[in-house]
């Protein structure tokens, strides 16, 4: 790859993958043997570029290149096949991106703030299904007349600003959320938050021994035996705050954990569950209502990066993609950082597109610059007196 890449905006943006990664697969594997022109990392910059730009498929992604002399001179090649394209889709092992995009994580853990107060760290988990066409992709099966893949992911959270994926398993759809649970709940010094579809008393009981805490919901058809009435300030939000075990019989917890009751935006009845007795039920309350920064982050991918339809149909092909849309994310938030603006990762996205193939130091101008409207709108004009 030309050397002036990093100068530009765009080589600037893919600055932060760790090139020796390849080399590191490539000495215990076939990786890149034989390849004169698509080795892994030009691969990976064209996708990269193709889920930015969110190009509609492999010929589009082709002809960007033809037509492109600034691409090309970034890649350091002049033109390639949609039929390259494919083959090296299909066949690049998905743990090759998987490796690149854990070091980014990695990059993005030493760039996070330093967790202060009483909550500590958090984490939040839950998975999204991408619907996929039941004829190209049999392998997805889930249903008779559908299928899909679904992302089981899990989020480091510090702030609505500072989001990103911390750990992340791909599978069809048809296994349920807590099928993933000992992958994604492994540490004992955060706290997990998670949605209704992981509720295990088994697990919970697991979790209360190793000093794993975790924030969730119980289901409405939940077995709850009170155990002792805490309580609850007059002036709060919160309708009950309960010391309960759950389960019955054979599956009766042995640990006693702790139920807040509370109300969503719609009034409807909330009943939040958790081993963790050293919080205020009001900032229990406000943790588990952070739970939905997962769902803004798998809209903001959907809507943003290309991750609701694939270039292939393979299970290889599907898996990276869905590796290179989260390390274009990655990628994005690196870039914020290192910017340190507070501009939003979409303003940011627009900024790159237009200055793509421009010198680094444009992007950084155009990131800097103020609004030139300084206008407070239409002032009333004053009746006289």
């Known amino acids: 790859m030309d050397k002036d890449t990093l100068f530009s905006a765009f080589g600037k943006w893919v600055a932060p993958i760790n090139p020796n990664i390849i080399p590191n697969w490539q000495s215990t594997t076939t990786l890149d043997r034989y390849v004169k022109k698509l080795d892994t990392l030009v691969f990976l910059y064209i996708f990269i570029e193709a889920q930015l730009e969110k190009r509609k498929g492999l010929r589009s992604i082709m002809r960007k290149l033809e037509h492109d002399e600034e691409f090309?001179?970034?890649?350091?090649?002049?033109?390639?096949?949609?039929?390259?394209?494919?083959?090296?889709?299909?066949?690049?092992?998905?743990?090759v991106l998987q490796a690149i995009l854990c070091n980014l994580i990695t990059q993005l853990h030493r760039d996070a703030r330093p967790v202060s107060g009483r909550i500590g760290t958090v984490k939040i988990?839950?998975?999204?299904?991408?619907?996929?066409?039941?004829?190209?992709?049999?392998?997805?099966?889930?249903?008779?007349?559908?299928?899909?893949?679904?992302?089981?992911?899990?989020?480091?959270?510090?702030?609505?600003?500072?989001?990103?994926?911390?750990?992340?398993?791909?599978?069809?759809?048809?296994?349920?959320?807590?099928?993933?649970?000992?992958?994604?709940?492994?540490?004992?010094?955060?706290?997990?938050?998670?949605?209704?579809?992981?509720?295990?008393?088994?697990?919970?009981?697991?979790?209360?021994?190793?000093?794993?805490?975790?924030?969730?919901?119980?289901?409405?058809?939940?077995?709850?035996?009170?155990?002792?009435?805490?309580?609850?300030?007059?002036?709060?939000?919160?309708?009950?705050?309960?010391?309960?075990?759950?389960?019955?019989?054979?599956?009766?917890?042995?640990?006693?954990?702790?139920?807040?009751?509370?109300?969503?935006?719609?009034?409807?009845?909330?009943?939040?569950?958790?081993?963790?007795?050293?919080?205020?039920?009001?900032?229990?309350?406000?943790l588990y209502r952070s739970r939905w920064q997962i769902e803004m982050f798998f809209r903001w991918v959907k809507q943003n990066l290309k991750l609701t339809c694939f270039y292939g149909d393979s299970e290889n092909a599907v898996m990276n993609q869905i590796w290179i849309c989260l390390i274009a994310y990655c990628l994005l938030l690196l870039m914020k950082v290192e910017l340190g603006t507070s501009r939003t990762l979409t303003e940011l996205i627009e900024a790159l597109k237009e200055l793509m193939w421009q010198p680094w130091l444009r992007m950084v101008a155009a990131v800097e610059r103020k609004p030139s409207r300084t206008s407070r709108g239409r002032q009333k004009k004053q009746k006289d007196q």
Request: aromatic content about 6%; charged content about 30%.
């Open 72 to 95: 090309q001179k970034q890649l350091g090649i002049a033109s390639i096949s949609a039929s390259q394209l494919s083959r090296k889709n299909n066949q690049l092992d998905p743990e």
């Open 125 to 286: 988990i839950d998975s999204s299904t991408i619907s996929v066409c039941l004829q190209r992709y049999k392998w997805a099966t889930f249903r008779k007349t559908k299928a899909g893949v679904k992302l089981h992911l899990r989020v480091a959270f510090a702030d609505p600003d500072h989001v990103y994926p911390d750990k992340a398993v791909v599978t069809p759809a048809r296994p349920a959320d807590r099928s993933q649970m000992d992958v994604l709940i492994d540490e004992s010094d955060v706290t997990y938050l998670m949605d209704r579809g992981y509720l295990d008393y088994g697990k919970y009981d697991s979790y209360c021994e190793r000093g794993i805490r975790f924030v969730s919901r119980l289901k409405d058809n939940a077995v709850v035996e009170e155990v002792e009435e805490l309580s609850v300030n007059t002036d709060s939000d919160i309708i009950r705050d309960v010391k309960v075990v759950l389960g019955k019989a054979h599956k009766r917890m042995q640990h006693p954990l702790r139920m807040i009751v509370t109300t969503d935006g719609r009034g409807n009845e909330v009943r939040i569950i958790t081993n963790r007795f050293d919080l205020t039920a009001e900032e229990l309350g406000d």
